[in-house]
Nanobody, 124 residues
Framework: QVELVESGGGLVQAGDSLTLSCVAS????????MGWFRQAPGKEREFVAT????????YYTESAKGRFTISRDNAKNTVYLRMNSLKPEDTAVYFC?????????????????WGQGTQVTVSS
């Protein structure tokens, strides 16, 4: 069993930055690929970024490339999402997720464990 707890969301203005954190319980974090997803009101949950256990493989959705950076600290059981140049369309609840595997994947169904989410609101 893995418990994920996100933090770092908030209300910011367009162009600002935020760093989300996700702390995982359990002993398998260093063997889990991790992902960040988001869900805006009335929309389906969508992929944002994913990172393999060793941080060798990292992938982003197109809209996040060049603005967002996913990273992890296996010693702290924590994965981060640094978000720069935020836009109003980035407004959503952001979720951290863990896979029972090492492959970095972009499909929500590939992830077994999910956090409760943290709200990010970007005003124009």
């Amino acid at each position: 069993q893995v418990e994920l707890v996100e933090s770092g969301g908030g209300l910011v203005q367009a162009g600002d930055s935020l760093t989300l954190s996700c702390v995982a319980s359990g002993r398998t974090f260093s063997r889990n690929a991790m992902g960040w997803f988001r869900q805006a009101p009335g929309k389906e949950r969508e992929f944002v970024a994913t990172i393999s256990p060793s941080s060798v493989n990292i992938y982003y959705t197109e809209s996040a490339k060049g603005r967002f950076t996913i990273s992890r600290d296996n010693a702290k059981n924590t994965v981060y999402l640094r978000m720069n140049s935020l836009k109003p369309e980035d407004t959503a609840v952001y979720f951290c997720a863990a896979r029972m595997g090492v492959g970095a994947r972009s499909t929500p169904g590939e992830y077994v464990y999910w956090g409760q989410g943290t709200q990010v609101t970007v005003s124009s």
